[in-house]
Structures are given as structure tokens and as C-alpha cells.
């Protein structure tokens, strides 16, 4: 069975029978190709269809895709002067009425843009006579035309007929057909068949589609913070994006949004992901319009208990998020869970040293990974949304806290094996709808040890000159154990076989060096990290730093016997390196060895 029908309708009928959604804020097209889609239009090539829908209890149909081409049709009906040229006119005024022969190459060009514009000024006047044309004409330009002829005035008679029959056939509005469907299909459908519709030229994110689609389910905010907030963000991003790339905004107007408090539920999906980067400063970045887009959606939809492969149906929740008393508490629920998720996870991922205060590990993590985080907690803390109250579990807390405990388990042993590229969607819908919640379960030590064994020896086993980003996270949380011994301001990551060593070898050889691997990573404060070069500790020192015993073991810094082994290695240039190689091994499977005895203590 068909769920749609395709029609040719006339302009004027899709006038009477359809609307542009109200709230439909998007970015315009420029006026170029506004132009350029006119000038199709009048040579009678086709073009994109039109998608319209009746919503329940609407009278007309709602125009769902194809809204610029609908807008500019609609422009182009109030403003003609806009998109049709005039140069065939304006020459023929100035062949007929100037001397132009006299003129200078400056004058002879303002004098065509006068024209230009006293033919756009007559254009719009609903009262086009020739009389009107020419006091138009005297008023730009008094010097040529305010002694005007009476014998000259069938000549300008003239004119103003070319000029209304170019108006009527450059696009015959009357009879112009506009390819339409009419889909009759289910409300929470029309997200899949906007984005079928669009999937030529640039991809459009499933976000995307449902902006489209949920523009026109409206949200009064009230005064409160959260609300307030909510607004701000909102209009801050569209005045950002008319700064930043130049465009317009459909219906966007800061005094009208702020009087009148009211957004959309596309619009309050993206505040929502905003306000949640904020809280998560360790792993996303606020600015990111796409992240927060998709954590803003996917969020609401795990509040709901909706599958984000079934997030369409988000809009039979819509009336719920009405009261914005509601709304100003749900939000502030949301926003603790996922601030104490960053705030367990920032006592582990910070730079060692007393001034630093940047992060490290955040940007190995995946979306949905941390989504599934917050979608545990929440359900293990709410049961859920009824008559627009939050209902909390009674005496959750006991695994609400074993989550807690074991999502950094897990979120190393799961990053360690990649488990969440690909398909993360469905993984968060099973651990978080389809009852395979593991984070509830204790992680076994030696499952645990065992997959950090498998992964270091396959980085070991590969050519890198790079810190590998989960080689430097673990060694991250590593050092947050040893905050106390890292007391200068600033540390940075520092090879411990020096990095031109091994670009040298790399250069010369084809032996495989793990330069990039954990074995091979230090924090070191900034002063000996800048001496060190392509020497080791053993042989620069800042002054007034002591190399002593318990550095060398809470680094695993390799022993001297160790460097003077690979300084004869290197020497030789024999292409074989395997003293280095063991050294950064034995190096890494030390601190993996402590890293586990760490997280597990």
C-alpha cells in the first residue's frame, strides 16, 4: 500500500490549501541561488518536488521538505525586481532618451544604475502607467528627462509595455505546476521520508531530518534558570551562524523570541545537548553543533526508554515536555547524572601537575559509549515519565552506585577493544532497553589484566612514532594515583627512548619500533622534558633534580644497564633493534601490571 500521492498543483492552490510551519527556523538560501532557481523556473526546466502533510486537527496541509523552493516562488511573487534583468530595457531607455555618445564611461554606468533602480521602484508599484515611469525617471535623473518631450511619450508608452510583458512571461505564476507529494502516512514516519528525499548532494544528519520535522511542536519556557538558559542558547546559536557564515535565519528574530518565550522541540533537543557538553567539558567540546545535536536527541529519547533506532517516536512524547515547570526539573536531572560522570572521570583523565589543568582520555571515547553510561544510571534511578512526573526507584542507590563504580572498568576494557566502533547505536539500545546492562556486573580482574596484555603486545608488535591515544589515557590514569609525586606546574608527554632515536633508526632501517606505545610514554615536567633531546634522564638533569630511586620506580624508567645496551644497539646499525623493543615490552607490561593493581585496589 501507498503511503503517498504525487500531484502537479498550481501555485495559487498550494497558496489556499498549504502553510510554511511557523517555527521553522532555518538557514536561507543566498540570493544567487535564489536567482538561479528563478531563472529555472522561467525557462521551463523541472524541478525539485514539494512534501506536504496534514497533521491532525490542521485544516491545511504543513509543507515538510522543499520550504526554500516554496519561499523563494512566494519571494519572487512579492519582489519580481529581485531575480528578472532589466539590461534589455535599460539599454533601450538609454538609446531612445540619453545621448549617451557625450557621455564619460563613469557617467554613462550611474546612469544605468539610476535607471536600474527607477525600474525596480516601478516594478513594485502596483499602478504601472507610463506617467508614473516617467516622473520617476525625472526625479533620478532631472537633467535628461525633466524637459521630456510630449512627442517621445508613445516611446516610453512603449517601453512600459515591454516592461509588463517581460513580468508576465518570464514565469507564468498562474499556471505554474509545482510537483507535489501528498504523504499520508503515520506522523513518525515523515523523519524517514525526508531524509529518503534527500539523499542526493550533502548527506543530512538524522538530527537534521527531525529539525525538519518537529520545527512545528512548540514550547512556552518560563522564567526560571534552567529555562532561561534553554532561551539564551537558542538564540545565541542563530546569531552565531548569521555572524559567522553571512546567512539569514527563516523567522529568526532575538526581540520576538525573547518576548514571546516560545521555541521548538528541534530547537530544544539542541539547547539540551549544549547544556550537557557544558557538564562534560572533559569529554566533549561545547561549540560542536553536531555533538550536540546528537547527544541532545538521543538523550531525550533514553529518558523517554525510546531506542535511539526509534527515535521518530519521540513525538508522541512531545505534549509531556508543555509544562515548562516539568521541563526545568527534568533538564536539572538530566544534568547531574552526567555531571557526576565527568567529575569521576576528571579526577582520572587530568595532566599531572599542580597548575595543569587540561584533561587527557576524553577523546577516546565514543558517543554512545558514554551515552549508555547515563542511560544506566537513569533508569536504574527513575522508573519513569507518568502524568509528567519523574518517578525515582525506591532504594536504587545500591546499584546505582555499583555503576558508578565500574564504569571506568569498563570503559577502559571496552576502549581497549574497540567495542564500540561501528554500530554504537546498537549496543547502547541493548545494554540500556534490552536488559544486557553488564555495567552491573563486577569485571574480573584477569579478564580485565588479560585483555590490557593482549592489546599492549599488538601495539608492540607495530611500527609507531606517535603516543597512541589509549596508550596515553591508561598512562593518564596511571599517574593520577601518583598525584603526590608530580608537584612542578606543568608535565607533558615525553618519550623515554628518545623520539629522534627512533626516527633516526626508522630512517636507516625497516624494524618495527613501538616509539608510540605505553612502554615508551612519560609525563615529564617541562624543564627536563626541554633538555632531554635525544638523551635519557641518566645523562641530563635540571639542575637541583634528583634522580632517585622512587622516580625510577613510580616511573618504571628503564635502568642504565638498559640505555647502554641500546646506545651499543644503535651504534652498530646492524637493523637489529630488539633491545629496544624489550625494553619498551618490559616497560609497558610493568605499568599494566601496576595499573591494574591500581584500579583494582
Known sequence: MFKYKVDDMLYSELQKNAVVPKFQRKLVWSNNEKKNFIETL???????????????QDNKYSIIDGLQRYTTIEDYVKNPEKYIFFDSIINDICEKFIDMGSLAQTTSEHYKLKIKSVIEVFVKDQGKTTSKLLSLLIEALPGEFENFRLEDYPLLEGITKDIENLLKNYIDIDNLKIPTIIFTGEVEELATVFENLNRGGKKLSKYQVFAAQWSKHELKLAETSINKRILEITISRYEDLIASRNVEIN?????????????NVAEFCYALGYLIL???PVFWDKTNEDTANQIGYSTLALVFGIKNK???KLVHHFDVLDDSNFLEGLVEAILEIFSNINDRFAKVFKFPGV????????????????????????????????EGKLTIIPRYSNDYKIIEKN??????????????????????DRIVHEGENYYLKELERERFEMVLINWHEDLVAKNSINFEPVSKMIYTILTSYYYLNYQENYYDSEHVIARKTIMDIRSQSNHALPGGAIGNHMYLDRSNNRGKQDLSLYDVK????????EFLQYNFYPTKKDFSEIKVEVKKKSGNYDQIVQTIYNRGKAIINDFVTKIYS
Open 310 to 312: 526509534d527515535m521518530s
Open 278 to 280: 557544558e557538564k562534560m
Open 542 to 549: 635540571k639542575e637541583g633534580f634528583e634522580l632517585n630511586e
Open 355 to 386: 597548575k595543569n589543568d587540561r584533561y587527557y582520555g576524553g577523546n577516546t571515547a565514543s558517543d554512545f559509549q558514554l551515552l549508555s553510561f547515563f542511560g544506566s544510571l537513569w533508569h536504574q534511578k527513575y522508573q519513569g515519565i507518568t
Open 42 to 56: 522561467s525557462q521551463g526546466y523541472p524541478f525539485g518536488s514539494i512534501l506536504i502533510y496534514k497533521y491532525e
Open 407 to 428: 564504569m571506568i572498568k569498563y570503559f577502559i576494557y571496552d576502549t581497549v577493544q574497540s567495542r564500540w566502533s561501528g554500530t554504537g547505536d546498537t549496543k547502547l
Open 251 to 263: 523567522n529568526f528574530s532575538r526581540e520576538e523570541m525573547t518576548e514571546t518565550r516560545t521555541i
